[in-house]
């Protein structure tokens, strides 16, 4: 399904949803599990096991050498690789992250304690003494204590209950020793460890696992977002305001038709105007990109958003991205309804100008607190008159926690059916707050909507 | 920005410290795969290479004529003591004695010793090793469960004198 702005033309063109990326990548993640247990088997990993004496070194082994796989892995998937991202899209991504790194770390857990034991009783030492004698005399082990100790706090830091308690760029630099405790794992396999120069085999891998993390690191994470930064030379054309609080940042830059970028991304915006730069801010396009200007809409929450308003004509504009799959690669059917609520509307808004539907196929369902807070509605309006899109604002507070309609508008299934009566046959594409965002999925399943035409990402961190 | 700085510095610190530990930059102490003395040739038989036409060598002249030069011919009678191998219980050291192409015999020079537990292992896994280097001819054997270091250690110093006798079974 092609999705290009009528106004270029050509540049923004990305693959269709890329099945069998997913399969393919898949496939390199199980066979680098399979490849590292085969290493731990040849290395006597299993006639170990099977006796008595060598049994919890051997399990420590295996333990140590999968949880250092799955966190170059994890590393891989948080790098930003255009075709990982595009596969799964952030949020998946987001939650395989939690997923595989707890895993990762209980592994690790399980290998200090396995390699503790297991040395402990070949040496007739106690645990403690074993253990100080592991941390101090072992060669690279003081590095690997260190590691550990970074990889707690990170893994700690990252708790639900405790993860609120820090301010979002805070929590992200702690997260950043993750690299730390990869680096300083290292020593201590090479050196303490026997795995990963048993063989020229097993040396060649965990040494190409670990160029491929490094590198797609540098590439994607550091080089990649300077030399767009630096080729499309982003500037502050203008701040607007939207509605209370939402003001819509335009941009000016170069070259951006060589920038894939569509409607429904997003990128992490750092503005040159003082001290805030540090930190990047993920926003999403609010109109169709153009080859000469972009515009986003920001929601001024944080102490960082609320400075946007702020920005001076000229700043400018570094840029990590474009990020998300919320675009039109998803499309399925030819009928689309776009669910928003309050700034959710911004990705919606710049996918209703660059689908392409027919008059009357598109339709807009719109909520917000209330009637001052919708942003874009005399944009929404022409847009609409222009393109025979149905709109439907809806005011007001949510009727309730589970609810994502407004109060006096009857059941959420009701309205919706109300709203969108063949709503099974239609692409949804849903943003907002990620309970009102169950809450619409939800009921758009029970209005018979199949699972490959819901489309949602979220972006709460 | 002037915490992150800080935050940068003191990590920086820290890691300059850790790496000022003598575990940090040592290398490899306890890992089998290092020989940490080279190997060395005790005695050879007269006329000991196959270069030299020995008598025990019938039926097998193609393995002296693939040799390439004269130094890597094979020795058909020798002793030669191979590397220590460091492992994680402490260093192995083997000798071995080659007659008429074959290994004849082999001994331990050094093993590890630490405490008891060593001297019960190596009580009962070295013997093993021995008869299974002498039924496989070469330093390719399966090692004994429950002593794996030290079956790693070896293999690794009979490896080394293997090599240096150009052994090839």
Redesign the interface.
Known sequence: MADRPLATGRGWGLSDRPQWSRRLLAILGGASLAVVLGLWAGN?GL??L?????AATSLGRVTGLVAADLLLIQVILMARVPLIELSWGRDQLTRWHRLVGLTSFNLMLAHILLITVGYAS???AGLISEAWDLV????????AT?ATVALIGVVVTSFRAIRPKFRYESWH?LHL?AY?GVG?AI?HE?????DF??SPAATAYWWSVYALAAGCIVVFRLGLPVYRSTRHRLRVRAVVREAPGVYSVHLSGRRLDRLPVRSGQFCHWRFLSG?GW?RAHPYSLSAAPHPDRLRITVKALGDDSALVRRLRPGTRVLFEGPYGTLTGAQRQRTRVTMIASGIGITPLRALLESLPYPPGAATLVYRARADADFAFRAELDALAAQRGIRLHYLAGRRAGPLRWAPHGHGSDVALLRRLVPDLARHDVYVCGPDTWMDAVLDTARRLGVPEAQLHSERFAW | ?RR?VM?LMG?IA??AL??S?R??T????????LVAAAPRIVSTGAGSTDAGGSAGSAGSAGSAGSAGSADSAPLADAVVNGGVARTR?GPVQVQVQIASRRIVDVRVLQQPN????DAEINSYALPQLREQVLQAQSANV??V????VTS?GYRQSLQSALDTAHFRG
């Open positions: 006597h006639t170990d099977a006796s008595p004496g060598s070949a040496a007739e101090v005399n072992y060669p690279g082990m003081l590095l260190a630099l020793y730390l300083l020593p090479l050196w303490t460890g026997t120069v048993s001290p540090s | 920005m992150i935050w990590t820290a890691v850790l790496f530990y575990t940090s040592s290398g490899p102490i306890g890992g089998p795969g219980w630490g405490n008891r537990t399966d090692g469960s429950g002593a794996t790693d």
